[in-house]
């Protein structure tokens, strides 16, 4: 696990709500099953954000026939970037079900996302993946056999291939969670790219407690989410 500290963060200037920059995939090349640009017009932020359970009201897919091995559910990391500044969980959340949608994938969507609130404000990664089932990359890799085990950090693999299956190259991922809950920096709400602002972020290389919980970033750097179906 990487020491929790001065860490390096890869900043930009400015705030932007949603950044979908691609960068090179460890199997890098021209694949007949990626999924195409995500062109997406997306609402401003909040300036108080989304504190509170993500509203996913605008969600409407009718889930693909593609089978889900031994009938569990999928997860996938982004292949697309954004800073904290989320709109809270609202663009995290249309982010992971947008990319579901264009890889032909189907189903319902969340981002492994916490937020670290007052009472009802608070929210915890693990509630918002509903599924008490088996997880599986796209690929048909299981990385658990229930939903307990992400929050135990036990992953039977890592989660480091997206939507369309590209493996990715180990690369940090928004989470603000720790065993499964808020833990430490989540970019205010996820409302926030302010570089001397800070948010928790995992690996994909990880399967162990580092999967969730590696090294804070600042918020104006561009990072990846955890997608899971629920």
Request: hydrophobic residues 35%; charged residues 30%.
């Given at each position: 696990m990487v020491a929790f500290g001065s860490a390096a963060c890869n900043l930009v200037t400015g705030a932007s709500d949603l950044?979908?920059?691609?960068?090179?995939?460890?199997?890098?090349?021209?694949?007949?099953?990626?999924?195409?640009?995500?062109?997406?017009?997306?609402?401003?932020?909040?300036?108080?954000?989304?504190?509170?359970?993500?509203?996913?009201?605008?969600?409407?897919?009718?889930?693909?026939?593609?089978?889900?091995?031994?009938?569990?559910k999928l997860v996938f990391v982004s292949s697309t970037l954004t800073t904290g500044n989320m709109n809270g969980l609202v663009l995290a959340d249309k982010t992971c079900n947008d990319l579901a949608t264009a890889?032909?994938?189907?189903?319902?969507?969340?981002?492994?996302?916490?937020?670290?609130?007052?009472?009802?404000?608070?929210?915890?990664?693990?509630?918002r993946v509903t599924a008490g089932t088996e997880y599986y990359l796209v690929d048909g890799t299981r990385v658990v056999t229930q939903r307990q085990q992400l929050a135990s950090n036990n992953l039977e693999h890592a989660i480091d291939k997206d939507e369309s299956g590209t493996l990715r190259s180990p690369a940090p991922v928004w989470t603000g969670t720790r065993n499964g809950a808020y833990y430490f920096g989540d970019c205010s709400g996820w409302t926030s790219a302010n570089q001397n602002v800070l948010g928790t972020t995992g690996t994909t290389a990880a399967r162990g407690l580092d999967w969730s919980t590696a090294e804070p970033n600042g918020c104006a750097a561009l990072q990846r989410l955890y997608c899971f179906e629920n």
């Open positions: 950044v979908t920059v691609e960068d090179d995939p460890v199997d890098a090349g021209p694949r007949a099953d990626a999924a195409p640009p995500l062109e997406a017009s997306l609402p401003p932020p909040s300036s108080t954000g989304d504190s509170g359970g993500a509203d996913t009201s605008f969600v409407d897919v009718v889930d693909s026939a593609r089978p889900r091995p031994d009938g569990g890889a032909g994938l189907g189903g319902k969507w969340s981002a492994w996302l916490s937020i670290d609130g007052e009472d009802e404000m608070r929210t915890r990664a693990i509630d």
